[in-house]
């Protein structure tokens, strides 16, 4: 992708609080003053962040990933040629941070049917992301895909997640059976040193395996190799992608509220969780840009609910993420927004320029109600659906901004994904909470190991049997 200095000013996105301003939202909306009086800690937060960005021992590596890569970019896109010579299909095997990335990547920047395409319309192999453990979502993708003929990416950072190596066992069980080498067929992509993955890859005589660096949280991975591998493999341009969530972090820079646009969102969320705005939804307006609301709930959700402050405080922070999709959710979820409970920010995510833009004929004059759609285009009328969401929330006093992509591309994505990485890092100083940890993911994970017979669990597993099923409460 070719980014001149123009190009990447057209391509800037943009954040419109307009319709979160007591101005437009009345005795609602943020006024002036409480947006001021925040700028303090705004920038305290701001300090904090840039103070500590690279330090891998807090979990804030990632702030780095579009800088350090070069090398294994390099890598990268030499094997992401070979695996698309090779193979016809690709499967992620992973969850959580280890899915959501690439899974969001594909759907964005993929044609929405892509594993439909014939072969000479793809740039790369059938894509899989296998983010379950539901036996029949398992089986029917082996009922899709010939496994000697498929790469299989397996991500897990901690190589100890039961849903991934359940996953990796099945596979390397057939792949064997098959008469292949494991190691043909199975790219590793895991911390450095410790973890399963890594005794398993020795065990094998070595897999060819990426490092998910220190310092990288599953949620934040997204622009390491768990998310560069299986977009290069697609044809994604992952340069692009890269140097977007750099420009992003050069928007990032100002400690000005009104300049950083990741400082601004993250202060206008803050200020509406204390206003009681328990709910944050996320809104495209573009099928491509679905999977970034999967994405973002799980960077939003399992980083900002927590129960202590980093000084040892109990307190039970968060904003439950909700999905929606414009125009579809309009509706189902739109009557809820506009006349249920004051809860909830809208963010809406609007594109600028559709890749398509799909006419619709004139027909039916004789019919005004249907007619006057005619001569218009698709990317007309999502347009058109997406101001009026945003008047007809304001008019209700519901507070919604809009993040604007000139277009979805690499450059524009790896923008949104590294402000809303960057929002997150913010809104969890102001909380003052440990933004990179997970205990409440741990604790069920460690729930099912009890619960499976892994050595050592067994008193938890006494504990869980004594939890559910008492006779006495089911009806
Ligand atoms: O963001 C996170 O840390 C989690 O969602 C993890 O990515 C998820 O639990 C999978 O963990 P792992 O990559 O260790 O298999």
Known sequence: MKLTDERRKQLRITVDYTNMTEKYLGGKGISEKTLHSHSKLAKAAHAYVHANRGKDELSMGWTELPYNQSEVVADILETAKLIRR???????????????????????????????????????????????????????LLDVIDVTRTCFNVISKSGATSETMAQYLIISDLLVKAGVNIRENVIFTTDARKGNLVKISRSLGGVKSYVLPDGVGGRFSELSPVGLLPAAVLGIDIKALLKGAAFMDKLCKSSDLRKNPALLTATLQYISMNNGKNISVM?????????????????????????????????????????????????????????????????????????????????????????FLGGHTMEELIQAENKATAYALTKAGRPNYTIFLPEINEFTLGQLLFLF??????????????????PGVEAGKKATFALLGKEGYDLQRHDIEQCAGDPDYIV
């Open 86 to 140: 090779k193979f016809d299909a690709f499967v992620v095997l992973g969850i959580g941070g280890s899915a959501l990335g690439p899974a969001m990547s594909f759907n964005a920047l993929c044609h929405l049917h892509y594993n439909d395409l014939p072969k000479s319309k793809r740039k790369g192999p059938k894509f899989y992301v296998e983010d379950n453990v539901d036996p029949v979502r398992m089986k029917e």
């Open 421 to 438: 990485e960057m929002q997150t890092a913010y809104t969890g100083a102001m909380l003052n909470i440990n933004t990179f940890n997970q």
């Open 283 to 371: 809104m495209p307006y573009s099928d491509n840009l679905r999977c970034v609301a999967d994405w973002y709930a799980q960077l939003w959700a399992e980083s900002l609910g927590k129960n202590v402050t980093l000084d040892g405080r109990p307190c039970n922070v968060g904003q439950t993420p909700v999905k929606a999709l414009g125009t579809t959710d309009q509706h189902s979820q739109m009557q809820l927004y506009t006349e249920g409970p004051y809860d909830k920010v809208i963010t809406l995510l609007a594109v600028g320029s559709y890749k398509e833009k799909t006419p619709i004929p004139h027909a039916y004059r004789n019919i005004p109600d249907v007619a």
